[in-house]
C-alpha cells in the first residue's frame, strides 16, 4: 500500500538529506515537487494546498538544529504534517469504536455496492471477539440482493461470529430492531447492522439508512469505502456524512492503493476519522487506522524522524538549562525574552502554550478576547529586534528618544514600548524569587505581575502549579510533567483575576 506515494516522497526528501545547506528557493523547488507526488497520488487539491503551504511556513521559519542537516529537519516537518493530514492530532477516543456503553453496542455499516460492507461487518466482528473479547451479533439488513444475507451468514461461520437467523420478507428497519432486540436478550456486547448498498449514492438508499439509523439510534455509523477509487471515495464519504452523520470511516482494499489518495484525503475533506483499515480478503485483513503508523509508512525515514526529535529536545534542554542559570543569577535580559517569545510563537502562541495546560481549554475564548494572540507576541519581538544589543543586555538604557526610536524601528507606539520593559522588569524580578525561592515562589507572585493584556489566571493554575517536577521552572517541559520540552519560563502577561 502507499508504494507509489512513498517511493516519489522518498526519492524527492532524499534529495535534500545530501545537501549541507538549504536556502528557500531549494526548500520551495522540493515542494513543488512533493505537491506534484500528493496530486499524482490523487490527493484532493486544497488538501495539497494547504500541506504544501503548512511545510514551507514550518521548515522556513524553523530553528536550525545543530547536529542534523537542513535536509533531515524538513523531512521531520513533513512527516509530522503528514501525520496532521492524516488525522494525528485526534484523540484516541475519536479515533476508536465506542463501545463503552450500556450493551449492546450498535454499529451500523453503511456505504456504496461492493465497497467492502459486508467483508468489513464480518472481519470487524471477528476482531471484536478476538481482540477485545466481545461476544457480537452480525446482522443482514440487505434484502435488495438475493444473496446477501446468505452471504453474511457464511462468512460468519468462516470468522466463527454469530449471525441474525433470516426472517424472509422481513424489511430492513424490522430487522434492525429485532437484531438490537436479540443483541439485549441474549447479552451480545456488540450488534453489527450491514445495510444494502447501490451503486451510486442516491435517495432511497440513503433514505433507507436513514430509517434505520432512527430506530435503533446506532452508537457508530461507520462509511465503508473503497480506497481504490480515490476522490471518488472521498466524495462518496462527503455526501453520507451530509445525510447521517458518520462517527468514522472504514477504508477498504488499501492492500491495493499504491496512491494514497483517499487515505490522505478523506480526514481533512470530511472531517470525518478513519477508524479502520481493510488490507486484504481474509477474514484477519483488518486494522486500526493510527495516524502516526501509517505516515511511518508513506515516508519510510523513521530513523531521520527520531534523529531530529532528539536534536530538538537537546536544544531545548540547553536553552531551558541556560535561563535557569540565568534566573539564578537574576541577569535574565531582553535578549532571552525575545528567546522565550520565540519559543512561544514556535508553540503555537499564547493561547498554544496555555492550550497545553490542563484545565485551561475553557480560557480560550477568553484569551482571545483579551488580545493574547499572536500578533502580541509578533510585536514584541518586532521591538526587541529593533533594539541594540547593549540595549538588551542593559535596559536601564532605555530613555525617552531611545525608547521612540524602536518604537519607530518596530511600528508600534511608545506605550508598546514601555509596555514590554515593564513586562520584563516584572519577569526578571520574578525570577530572581524563584532562584531564591524555587518554582513554587513564581506562582505564589503571580499576582504581581503587571501585564497590560488582561486575560486572567488559567483556572488550572490558581491553585499553584501542577507538579513542576525538579530543576525548577524548566523542568515544566521536562520529563514527566506531561508538557513539551522547552516551554518557556514564565508567561508574559498573565494576570491574575
Ligand atoms: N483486497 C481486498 N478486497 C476486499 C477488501 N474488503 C472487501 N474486499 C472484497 O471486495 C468484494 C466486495 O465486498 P463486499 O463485502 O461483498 O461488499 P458490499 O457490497 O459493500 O457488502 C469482495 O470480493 C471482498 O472480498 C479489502 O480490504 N481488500
Ligand atoms: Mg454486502
Known amino acids: 500500500m502507499f508504494e507509489t506515494l512513498s517511493e516519489r516522497l522518498n526519492g524527492v526528501l532524499n534529495k535534500l538529506t545530501r545537501r549541507g545547506a538549504l536556502s528557500e528557493d531549494d526548500v520551495a523547488a522540493a515542494m513543488r515537487e512533493v505537491r506534484v507526488a500528493l496530486l499524482e497520488a490523487d490527493v484532493a487539491l486544497p488538501v495539497v494546498k494547504e500541506f504544501v503551504d503548512k511545510v514551507k ?9 545543530q547536529s542534523v542537516s537542513p535536509g533531515q529537519q524538513v523531512i521531520k516537518i513533513v512527516h509530522d504534517n503528514l501525520v496532521e493530514m492524516l488525522g ?12 463503552q456503553v450500556t450493551p449492546p453496542a450498535i454499529i451500523m455499516m453503511a456505504g456504496l455496492q461492493g465497497s467492502g460492507k459486508t467483508t468489513t461487518s464480518a472481519k470487524l466482528g471477528k476482531r471484536l471477539q478476538e481482540k477485545d473479547k466481545k461476544k457480537v451479533l452480525l446482522a443482514s439488513l440487505d434484502v435488495r440482493r438475493p444473496a446477501a444475507q446468505e452471504q453474511l451468514r457464511v462468512l460468519g461461520e468462516q470468522a466463527e461470529v454469530s449471525t441474525l437467523p433470516v426472517v424472509q420478507g422481513q424489511m430492513p428497519v424490522a430487522i434492525a430492531k429485532r437484531a438490537a432486540e436479540a443483541g439485549r436478550l441474549g447479552g451480545y456486547d456488540v450488534v453489527i447492522l450491514d445495510t444494502a448498498g447501490r451503486v451510486t449514492v442516491d435517495e432511497d438508499m440513503m433514505q433507507e439508512a436513514a430509517d434505520v439509523a432512527a430506530a435503533v439510534n446506532p452508537h457508530e455509523v461507520i462509511l465503508v469505502a473503497d480506497a481504490l477509487t480515490g476522490q471518488d471515495a472521498v466524495n462518496v464519504a462527503d455526501q453520507f456524512n451530509k445525510r447521517l452523520s458518520l462517527t468514522g470511516i472504514a477504508l477498504t482494499r488499501v492492500d491495493g492503493d499504491g496512491r494514497g489518495g483517499a487515505a490522505l484525503s478523506m480526514r481533512a475533506v470530511t472531517g470525518c476519522p478513519i477508524k479502520l483499515i481493510g ?3 481474509k477474514m484477519d485483513a ?11 509508512r508513506i515516508l519510510d525515514m523513521g530513523d531521520v524522524v527520531s534523529l531530529v526529535e532528539k536534536a530538538a529536545e537537546t536544544i531545548d534542554q540547553a536553552k531551558a538549562e541556560k535561563i535557569a542559570k540565568k534566573m539564578k543569577k537574576g541577569t535574565f535580559d531582553l ?17 498554544g502554550v496555555l492550550g497545553m495546560l490542563p484545565g485551561v481549554g475553557k480560557m480560550k475564548k477568553q484569551l482571545d478576547s483579551a488580545n493574547m494572540d499572536d500578533k502580541v507576541l509578533v510585536h514584541q519581538a518586532a521591538i526587541i529586534s529593533s533594539m541594540t544589543p547593549k540595549e538588551r543586555h542593559n535596559p536601564k538604557l532605555f530613555n525617552a528618544s531611545r525608547k521612540k526610536r524602536v518604537a519607530k524601528g518596530a511600528g508600534v507606539s511608545v506605550q508598546e514600548v514601555n509596555r514590554l520593559l515593564k513586562m ?6 520574578m525570577m530572581k524569587k524563584i532562584g531564591k525561592k524555587g518554582a513554587k515562589g513564581l506562582f505564589g507572585d503571580m499576582g504581581d505581575m503587571g501585564g497590560d493584556m488582561g486575560g486572567g489566571l488559567p483556572p488550572g493554575l490558581e491553585g499553584g502549579m501542577p507538579d513542576l517536577g525538579p530543576g525548577g521552572l524548566p523542568g515544566l517541559g521536562g520529563p514527566g510533567s506531561g508538557l513539551p520540552p522547552g516551554l518557556p519560563p514564565g508567561f508574559p502577561g498573565v494576570k491574575k483575576k
Do not use: Y
Request: no cysteine; glycine share 10%.
Open 88 to 99: 494525528g492530532s485526534l484523540a484516541p477516543e475519536q479515533t476508536a469504536l465506542m463501545l
Open 424 to 429: 520584563h522588569r516584572q519577569m526578571a524580578d
Open 335 to 351: 535578549e532571552d525574552l525575545g528567546d522565550q517569545l520565540v519559543q512561544m510563537r514556535k508553540l503555537g502562541g499564547m493561547s
Open 286 to 296: 483488518l486494522e486500526e487506522f493510527h495516524a502516526e503508523r501509517i505516515a511511518n
Open 57 to 65: 511556513e514550518r521548515a522556513i521559519g524553523a530553528e536550525v538544529l
Open 279 to 281: 488490507v486484504g480478503e
